[in-house]
């Protein structure tokens, strides 16, 4: 685990399909470290496309902009996931 507790992991994975051995590989990790730290899982949009197809095909900064949408995407999902947690302790 890392040093600092606010770290996050982004995981830049190829979008294989689902019953890939690279997929289920994947989803096996996110199990382990889903508990310890935060993080994220990108994939490209396109189905058997990974990150250096989009960089060859687009650029560093489609890249970069599919990232930073995806993290910010499952940021606030998180965000309004603890908020209601906290909501419904709070209502107990």
Do not use: M, W, Y
Not at 19 to 41: C, G, M, N, Y
Not at 52 to 73: A, H, M, P
């Amino acid at each position: 685990a890392p040093e600092n507790p606010h770290t996050q992991i982004v995981i830049c994975a190829d979008h294989d399909a689902l019953d890939s051995p690279a997929t289920q590989s994947l989803e096996k990790s996110v199990i382990v470290l889903k508990e310890k730290i935060p993080r994220h899982v990108i994939k490209p949009d396109k189905l058997h496309e990974d990150f250096n197809d989009v960089l060859k095909r687009e650029g560093s900064q489609k890249v970069k902009e599919i990232i930073d949408k995806r993290v910010f995407q499952q940021t606030q999902k998180q965000t309004l996931k603890n908020n209601l947690s906290l909501q419904e302790r709070l209502n107990d």
